[in-house]
């Protein structure tokens, strides 16, 4: 984070005496709609994609910072991943990141192309650490929710695309990037896009901003597992270069350098008086040891829940 199934017999019965002119065919009755539901997200998975980032980090000097050979080793583990799964990935190279780093996009087949619904996280991290935290846990998450829509392959309403972001360290660029590069059109086509930045801090706090479809599907997630959510007044994350272009945002996190309250640590639990994460920023942000793992376990499933309630509802 940078500071600043379904019933068909009956209906397709019906449609077919509609065409023939049977006089029965109006009293049919009709399929309820149906949702399917989210799968659980296996966290052990999550911090398996966690490790490999950190081993990646450690072979590369220490850090992924956008422009290094640790950012671009990551951008290739997540696109390897993807593309194994079926997804159509594009390695967009963000001219203007240091060292034209790649953005990620990944598109799973089907859902009306003309109503996406964009779920993202930054894949890079500064260059004191290896980002682990900030944002390996969200980039993780990410690509294991896509990587579970891709194995159960649900038959979708809305085109799913997913984005791990390049240069949000340096003033998210890698999305203001994408973003400006969108004609008229392809933007509209975006209903909303939710960003998930450092959902895994020790001392977690548990925060959705938005006002919308996928926010609401977040937040009552965590209402249906009894975690009450607040908004979080940290700032920034790459939901703003989507914010800024007119279309509908949700930043989600675990909280970043601002001290827990002590109505929210008998809330959420945790250290009243301490930052959500007290290695932000620093080369303290390793795996596993800056990894809340129930935090993590939490939000990869509201994540999922968003992704389905929204692709496939």
Same mark, same amino acid.
């Given at each position: 984070?940078?500071?600043?199934? !379904?019933?068909?017999?009956?209906?397709?019965?019906?449609?077919?005496?509609?065409?023939?002119?049977?006089?029965?065919?109006?009293?049919?009755?009709?399929?309820?709609?149906?949702?399917?539901?989210?799968? +659980?997200?296996?966290? *052990?998975?999550?911090?398996?994609?966690?490790?490999? =980032?950190?081993?990646?980090?450690?072979?590369?000097? /220490?850090?992924?910072?956008?422009?290094?050979?640790?950012?671009?080793?990551?951008?290739?583990?997540?696109?390897?991943? =993807?593309? *194994?799964?079926?997804?159509?990935?594009?390695?967009?190279?963000?001219?203007?990141?240091? /060292?034209?780093?790649? $953005?990620? %996009?990944? +598109?799973?087949?089907?859902?009306?192309?003309?109503?996406?619904?964009?779920?993202?996280?930054?894949?890079?991290?500064?260059?004191?650490?290896?980002?682990?935290?900030? +944002?390996?846990?969200?980039? &993780?998450?990410?690509?294991?929710?896509?990587? !579970?829509?891709?194995?159960?392959?649900?038959?979708?309403?809305?085109?799913?695309?997913? #984005?791990?972001?390049?240069?949000?360290?340096?003033?998210?660029?890698?999305?203001?990037?994408?973003?400006?590069?969108?004609?008229?059109?392809?933007?509209?086509?975006?209903?909303?896009?939710?960003?998930? +930045?450092?959902? #895994?801090?020790?001392?977690?706090?548990?925060?959705?901003?938005?006002?919308?479809?996928?926010?609401?599907?977040?937040?009552?997630?965590?209402?249906? %597992?009894?975690?009450?959510?607040?908004?979080?007044?940290?700032?920034? &994350? @790459?939901?703003?270069?989507?914010? $800024?272009?007119? %279309?509908?945002?949700? =930043?989600?996190?675990?909280?970043?350098?601002?001290?827990?309250?002590? #109505?929210?640590?008998?809330?959420?639990?945790?250290? *009243?008086?301490?930052?959500?994460? &007290?290695?932000?920023?620093?080369?303290?942000?390793?795996?596993?040891?800056?990894?809340?793992?129930?935090?993590? @376990?939490?939000?990869?499933?509201? %994540?999922? &829940? *968003?992704?389905?309630?929204?692709?496939?509802?």
């Amino acid at each position: 984070m940078k500071r600043q199934a !379904t019933r068909l017999g009956v209906a397709l019965l019906a449609a077919t005496a509609l065409a023939l002119g049977a006089p029965w065919a109006s009293a049919a009755p009709q399929a309820p709609a149906t949702t399917a539901a989210a799968p +659980d997200i296996d966290v *052990a998975k999550v911090k398996g994609h966690l490790d490999q =980032l950190q081993s990646i980090a450690t072979a590369n000097g /220490g850090n992924r910072a956008t422009g290094s050979q640790g950012h671009a080793k990551s951008a290739a583990y997540v696109k390897q991943q =993807l593309q *194994a799964a079926g997804f159509t990935v594009t390695s967009q190279s963000c001219t203007s990141c240091t /060292g034209q780093a790649p $953005n990620v %996009i990944a +598109d799973w087949p089907g859902g009306d192309a003309n109503q996406v619904v964009m779920f993202g996280a930054h894949l890079d991290g500064v260059s004191a650490g290896p980002g682990i935290n900030d +944002d390996g846990s969200g980039s &993780s998450a990410l690509l294991e929710v896509a990587l !579970t829509l891709g194995r159960t392959k649900p038959v979708l309403a809305k085109h799913v695309r997913f #984005a791990w972001w390049a240069g949000e360290e340096q003033g998210l660029v890698g999305s203001r990037f994408y973003v400006n590069g969108l004609s008229s059109a392809e933007r509209a086509k975006i209903k909303v896009y939710s960003t998930f +930045d450092m959902i #895994a801090s020790p001392n977690a706090g548990y925060f959705v901003n938005g006002t919308n479809d996928s926010a609401t599907a977040l937040r009552n997630y965590f209402a249906s %597992i009894n975690v009450a959510v607040e908004t979080t007044n940290e700032c920034c &994350s @790459d939901d703003g270069s989507f914010r $800024n272009a007119g %279309i509908p945002v949700v =930043l989600a996190s675990t909280g970043a350098s601002a001290r827990k309250t002590s #109505a929210q640590a008998a809330k959420w639990g945790g250290t *009243a008086g301490a930052a959500y994460d &007290s290695c932000y920023h620093r080369a303290c942000d390793r795996f596993p040891s800056n990894i809340n793992d129930v935090a993590l @376990d939490r939000f990869s499933d509201a %994540i999922a &829940s *968003a992704v389905w309630k929204l692709g496939v509802g």
